[in-house]
């Protein structure tokens, strides 16, 4: 499992996310990947593009999944 760190920052929207974790190649694609509830949220379907992602948190798409730390 990979770790993302929020580098002081209190949260970070799921969209942007999967990009920055290089799951998508862009915004738009992840905002598609998402709202075809194919992402998990702490094994949860989650449809909400900007939901805020926040420590603690445990992120699943495609097989892969990273864990949020502040």
Do not use: Y
């Amino acid at each position: 499992m990979d770790i993302f760190n929020l580098d002081g920052h209190p949260c970070v929207e799921l969209c942007d996310l999967l990009k920055f974790q290089g799951w998508c190649e862009s915004g738009a694609a992840a905002k598609t990947v998402i709202a075809e509830s194919l992402v998990q949220v702490d094994e949860l379907v989650e449809t909400r593009k900007r939901c805020k992602i926040v420590a603690g948190k445990i992120v699943s798409f495609n097989g892969e999944s990273v864990r949020v730390e502040a």
